[in-house]
């Protein structure tokens, strides 16, 4: 602890005598200074024991000592030695007085005690209490990285917490509690999500003191990490501020959960290219190879069913976000997963069917829709820099290829439909008709019907209509000339003149079908 009026009071060689103020005397002193000045206030900081003589001073005047003792205690001094015997042979009763109303500390310093005495008592006392904070802080240096060699993460966080007599709580990337120390803290860490967000958008490393929910503790968070965006994040709460042996072990907890968490560049980088690896071999039909090559890297993940997830966006940073999501979701839960980059424009997942990275996904997708949605205009639907999600139906290693194919054409989807995520399984369980208002099948409708159309335009027939009826009725005549009103007759020989304009026959299947889509993009189109 750092020196106090009562240390000093109680230092045998001092001989100092408590005045007045000594309800006050547990008060930290910084330093000491000895000043003769009318008003040094102009010279203090705060937390001074200030020197006097009183040559300057008239000391009997109550009016005059309630000016300097209230102009003191205003600017932060804890405490006034008064030196007796050089100008005055004891403290005059004014400055007694006075400082005792104020609670102002008045130490009475006898004549053989020097003000230099006092000042190295202080300074002694200072550098011995950094001194017992720096050998803590080393000490608390080795305790933690001797737990966070055995024990990891939590290890380490339960014995910061012991050494700051509080809690800590680790924050994966995404704002989410990790691990906390000791468990009860893991709802107080929880409610800090807000702030941890709030956090990460600072540039790193960034750190925030917030009051602790309900202002039951005050709570520092720090975001670990090296790189741009932080990976992790650590709150540290404690009932005061934290003191210099505190600050050491949170210091060093800091170095080490980085270390901890962000694993080197060498080794993130092999095995992102292993991944990458093994995804080619999987794509290519080589699933016993790809299991030898991922071997125990991936868990169990080439061995369930999965998921292949094709993102796709002009924008890196909704890709990261992107990738964060799933692989936070897969951290939380302990499951495997494989996030491959393909170039700066997409990214690849393969990740447990039904598992957290997939449903992270979905949520992701969800609030991005959301977003939009909100947006007053929803212009950006639809942008090249908005992100894009295709899902696989649940596959295995043998129909990788299949399940990569699938994500491709559920992307493809859901950019002509302006949507940030497909399921290709969502496709197979609807219709094929809301395809059909892709520009480019418009434009094939309007050139196919367009003879048709004009020679209705003449007003010598109805083709178009009568077409459409027939193909509805699957070719009977009866049906379809009673929808019309007309004689079966008048239908066959329109349906003559609808093949000698188009040249086609109707009697060929493939003809019917286009013709039939034809019609219904054109009536989606009206």
Same mark, same amino acid.
């Given at each position: /602890?750092?020196?106090?009026?009562?240390?000093?009071?109680?230092?045998?060689?001092?001989?100092?005598?408590?005045?007045?103020?000594?309800?006050?005397?547990?008060?930290?002193?910084?330093?000491?200074?000895?000043?003769?000045?009318?008003? %040094?206030?102009?010279?203090? =900081? *705060?937390?001074?024991?200030?020197?006097?003589?009183?040559?300057?001073?008239? @000391?009997?005047?109550?009016?005059?000592?309630?000016?300097?003792?209230?102009?003191?205690?205003?600017?932060?001094?804890?405490?006034? *030695?008064?030196?007796?015997?050089?100008?005055?042979?004891?403290?005059?009763?004014?400055?007694?007085?006075?400082?005792?109303?104020?609670?102002?500390?008045?130490?009475?310093?006898?004549?053989?005690?020097?003000?230099?005495?006092?000042?190295?008592?202080?300074?002694?006392?200072?550098?011995?209490?950094?001194?017992?904070?720096?050998?803590?802080?080393?000490?608390?240096?080795? =305790?933690?990285?001797?737990? #966070?060699?055995?024990?990891? %993460?939590?290890?380490?966080?339960?014995?910061?917490?012991?050494?700051?007599?509080?809690?800590?709580?680790?924050?994966?990337?995404?704002?989410?509690?990790?691990?906390?120390?000791?468990?009860?803290?893991?709802?107080?860490?929880?409610?800090?999500?807000?702030?941890?967000?709030?956090?990460?958008?600072?540039?790193? $490393?960034?750190?925030?003191?917030?009051?602790?929910?309900?202002?039951?503790?005050?709570?520092?968070?720090?975001?670990?990490?090296?790189?741009?965006?932080?990976?992790?994040?650590?709150?540290?709460?404690?009932?005061?501020?934290?003191?210099? !042996?505190?600050?050491?072990?949170?210091?060093?907890?800091?170095?080490?959960?980085?270390?901890?968490? =962000?694993?080197?560049?060498?080794?993130?980088?092999?095995?992102?290219?292993?991944?990458?690896?093994?995804? &080619?071999?999987?794509?290519?039909?080589?699933?016993?190879?790809?299991?030898?090559?991922?071997?125990?890297?991936? *868990?169990?993940?080439?061995?369930?069913?999965?998921?292949?997830?094709?993102?796709?966006?002009?924008?890196?940073?909704?890709?990261?976000?992107?990738?964060?999501?799933?692989?936070?979701?897969?951290?939380?839960?302990?499951?495997?997963?494989?996030?491959?980059?393909? *170039?700066?424009?997409?990214?690849?997942?393969?990740?447990?069917?039904?598992?957290?990275?997939?449903?992270?996904?979905?949520?992701? @997708?969800?609030?991005?829709?959301?977003?939009?949605?909100?947006?007053?205009?929803?212009? &950006?639907?639809?942008?090249?820099? +908005?992100?894009?999600?295709?899902?696989? @139906?649940?596959?295995?290693?043998?129909?990788?290829?299949?399940?990569?194919?699938?994500?491709?054409?559920?992307?493809?989807?859901?950019?002509?439909?302006?949507?940030?995520?497909?399921?290709?399984?969502?496709?197979?369980?609807?219709?094929?008709?809301?395809?059909?208002?892709?520009?480019?099948?418009?434009?094939?409708?309007?050139?196919?019907?367009? $003879?048709?159309?004009?020679?209705?335009?003449?007003?010598?027939?109805?083709?178009?209509?009568?077409?459409? #009826?027939?193909?509805?009725?699957?070719?009977?005549?009866?049906?379809?000339? #009673? +929808?019309?009103?007309?004689?079966?007759?008048?239908?066959?020989?329109?349906?003559?003149?609808?093949?000698?304009?188009?040249?086609?026959?109707?009697?060929?299947?493939?003809? &019917? /079908?286009?013709?039939?889509?034809?019609?219904? !993009?054109?009536?989606?189109?009206?």
């Amino acid at each position: /602890m750092p020196p106090t009026l009562a240390s000093l009071v109680h230092h045998s060689a001092l001989k100092l005598t408590v005045r007045a103020g000594e309800d006050h005397l547990d008060v930290p002193v910084r330093w000491v200074h000895a000043s003769e000045l009318a008003d %040094p206030v102009p010279y203090m =900081e *705060g937390g001074e024991l200030l020197l006097i003589t009183a040559l300057k001073l008239d @000391a009997e005047d109550p009016k005059a000592m309630r000016r300097y003792v209230r102009r003191l205690v205003g600017a932060g001094v804890v405490g006034l *030695g008064f030196a007796v015997g050089v100008n005055y042979d004891e403290i005059p009763e004014a400055l007694v007085a006075t400082a005792q109303e104020e609670g102002l500390p008045l130490l009475e310093v006898p004549r053989r005690t020097p003000f230099i005495a006092i000042s190295k008592a202080v300074s002694a006392a200072i550098a011995a209490d950094q001194y017992r904070s720096v050998t803590a802080g080393f000490a608390a240096q080795r =305790e933690l990285t001797r737990q #966070a060699l055995t024990d990891g %993460p939590e290890g380490l966080l339960s014995a910061l917490a012991a050494q700051v007599d509080g809690w800590a709580a680790l924050y994966d990337a995404s704002g989410a509690v990790v691990a906390t120390a000791p468990e009860w803290a893991g709802r107080r860490a929880a409610r800090l999500t807000a702030d941890v967000e709030r956090l990460r958008d600072r540039p790193a $490393p960034a750190s925030s003191v917030v009051g602790g929910p309900d202002n039951e503790d005050r709570v520092e968070l720090h975001t670990l990490g090296t790189g741009r965006r932080p990976r992790a994040a650590l709150a540290v709460g404690t009932a005061a501020a934290l003191g210099t !042996a505190e600050r050491y072990a949170v210091h060093s907890a800091i170095a080490l959960l980085t270390l901890t968490t =962000e694993r080197s560049r060498s080794l993130q980088a092999a095995q992102d290219r292993i991944g990458a690896a093994v995804l &080619r071999m999987l794509l290519a039909g080589q699933p016993d190879h790809a299991r030898a090559v991922a071997g125990d890297l991936f *868990g169990g993940l080439l061995d369930a069913p999965f998921r292949i997830v094709v993102g796709e966006s002009a924008d890196g940073a909704a890709l990261d976000a992107l990738a964060e999501a799933v692989e936070s979701a897969a951290a939380r839960s302990g499951e495997a997963v494989l996030v491959v980059p393909e *170039g700066p424009e997409r990214l690849v997942v393969l990740a447990v069917d039904e598992g957290a990275a997939v449903e992270a996904c979905g949520e992701h @997708a969800a609030t991005l829709e959301a977003e939009r949605a909100s947006s007053a205009t929803g212009e &950006r639907a639809g942008d090249e820099d +908005d992100l894009v999600v295709g899902l696989s @139906a649940p596959a295995g290693p043998i129909a990788a290829a299949a399940a990569y194919k699938q994500a491709e054409q559920a992307l493809s989807v859901a950019r002509r439909r302006g949507r940030v995520l497909v399921e290709h399984e969502q496709l197979a369980a609807g219709s094929v008709l809301p395809l059909l208002a892709d520009d480019a099948v418009r434009a094939f409708a309007d050139g196919l019907l367009r $003879p048709l159309s004009e020679h209705d335009a003449t007003g010598r027939g109805d083709l178009v209509a009568s077409l459409r #009826a027939w193909l509805s009725r699957h070719g009977q005549w009866d049906a379809a000339a #009673a +929808d019309l009103g007309v004689h079966r007759h008048t239908l066959r020989y329109r349906m003559r003149r609808v093949e000698e304009i188009l040249g086609r026959s109707l009697d060929d299947p493939d003809v &019917r /079908m286009e013709l039939w889509l034809a019609l219904k !993009a054109t009536a989606a189109a009206e």
